[in-house]
C-alpha cells in the first residue's frame, strides 16, 4: 500500500475522494496516466468535456421543469397582480378627489 498522498509514477495524478471503513479519505487515482500525467476520466480536457455536457443536460432539465415554467409565470402574475393594485388604488384617489 502506498502512503496516503504519495503520487505513484505512472498513474493518475488526480486524488480522488473514496469511501472505506474509517469515513471518507482522498488517494490517487488507480488509472494510468492517459496524458499529461491525468487518466482519461481525469485529465482537464475530459472533465471540461463533461462539465459542459452536464451543464447543458442540468439546461435541458431547467427548461422543461414544469415547477421552473410555473415559477416563470408565478413571477408574471405578481408583477400584474401588483399593477392591478396600483391602478386600483390611483382610480381610488381619482374618484375620492371628486
Ligand atoms: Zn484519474
Known amino acids: ?8 509514477d505512472g498513474y493518475c495524478k ?7 471503513l474509517r469515513g471518507m479519505f482522498t488517494s490517487q487515482c488507480s488509472f494510468k496516466i492517459w496524458k499529461d500525467g491525468y487518466c482519461k476520466i481525469h485529465h482537464p ?3 471540461a468535456i463533461r462539465e459542459a455536457k452536464k451543464a447543458k443536460l442540468y ?8 415547477w421552473n415554467i410555473i415559477s416563470i409565470y408565478r413571477e408574471k402574475l405578481d408583477k400584474a397582480n401588483a399593477r392591478i393594485l396600483e391602478l386600483e388604488w390611483l382610480l381610488k384617489e381619482r374618484d375620492e378627489e371628486h
Not at 500500500?1 to 505513484?8: C, D, E, I
Not at 488526480?14 to 472505506?20: A, C, D, M, N, R
Open 14 to 20: 488526480e486524488q480522488v475522494v473514496q469511501s472505506g
Open 59 to 66: 439546461e435541458e432539465k431547467q427548461k422543461n421543469d414544469p
Open 1 to 8: 500500500m502506498p502512503k496516503l498522498g504519495s503520487v505513484r
Open 45 to 47: 480536457e475530459s472533465v
